[in-house]
């Protein structure tokens, strides 16, 4: 491939190597000897109790979410096998509370493993080499960086005097193609109507998003102070935890937060 028609965009690239600024430097600040006075604060014990709250509620809905999408996921094989296709995308609900929870397809910046393909192949399941980033020339960086601004100028005299670009100024990358779970390979598992395998293969093949909204009857103010006293509680052997929701989760969740604090 012939580059010389390419002068103009080198002469483009090569304007973003020239716009640097110096690089400054700040001399660190030596540190104080003296020991700062401690000023009692209204409020800051219990914002540190709420951020130790805050902690141990993350990693509890990390666990209820993953039990959620396991059950969530489990109705909809459920649904596939016993049709032997695709199941509609449903809405989940507990209570007040509802769920949307689409079954996806597989993202393209999630590519299959080698054991994956291994599975999929072994069951005569279908998937697809897809590209999801075409060639491309990119300027070589590596290689010419410290004379961008020479370039640049010899770019601007290719356009009358025939300057021959250096061959090997731009770097070609080739195609980037990915094997990927496709609808045809979802629909081909269900189509096995086999629960055993759709368990083993369904989560290799699809993904779930899932999202919680509480309706008007949620969690209201003298509820959230409550459940807030009772994890800040003293233990009580003899207190039972009666809080809406598994008891056992809220005593995970109780013990959490009183080893952060």
């Keep these: 491939m012939s580059l010389r028609g390419l002068a103009p965009q080198v002469e483009s690239v090569m304007g973003m190597f020239n ?9 660190p600040s030596p540190k104080s000897k ?3 006075d401690k000023v009692h604060i209204e409020g800051l ?23 959620v999408k396991e059950k969530i996921r489990a109705k909809y094989i459920q649904l596939g096998v016993k049709l032997g296709a695709r199941p509609a995308n449903f809405k989940s609900e507990e209570g007040c509370v ?4 689409p079954l996806k397809d597989r993202s393209s910046l999630s ?8 599975a999929l192949t072994a069951h005569e399941i279908p998937f697809t080499n897809s590209v999801v980033r075409e060639e491309y020339f990119a ?34 990358h080739p195609a980037e193609v990915k094997p990927l779970a496709t609808k045809a390979t979802v629909d081909a598992i269900f189509a096995k ?17 899932l999202g919680t909204t509480l309706g008007v009857q949620g969690l209201t103010k003298e509820e959230a102070q409550k459940l807030f006293d009772k994890l800040f509680a003293e233990p009580d052997e003899d207190e039972e935890i009666e809080e809406a929701g598994s008891p056992e989760l809220m005593a995970q ?6 080893a952060t604090v």
Excluded at 47 to 64: M, N, P, Q, S, W
Excluded at 98 to 101: H, R, S
Excluded at 111 to 118: F, G, M, N
Excluded at 193 to 209: F, G, N, Q, R, V
């Design 19 to 27: 716009k640097t600024s110096p690089v400054k430097t700040v001399a």
């Design 34 to 36: 003296l020991k700062a």
């Design 45 to 67: 014990a219990e914002l540190a109790r709420v951020g130790a709250l805050k902690i141990a509620a993350e990693g509890l809905y990390k666990t209820l979410e993953g039990s």
């Design 98 to 101: 509802t769920g949307t929870n």
């Design 111 to 118: 590519p299959l493993t080698e054991e994956q393909q291994a």
């Design 139 to 172: 300027f070589n960086a590596e290689k010419y960086a410290d004379q961008a601004e020479a370039i640049e100028e010899e770019c601007k005299k290719a356009r009358a005097a025939g300057f021959t670009i250096p061959e090997d100024i731009f770097v070609y």
């Design 193 to 209: 109507k086999d629960k055993a395998l759709a368990d083993e293969l369904i989560p290799m093949a699809t993904c779930l998003a």
């Design 253 to 258: 969740l109780k013990a959490s937060v009183k």
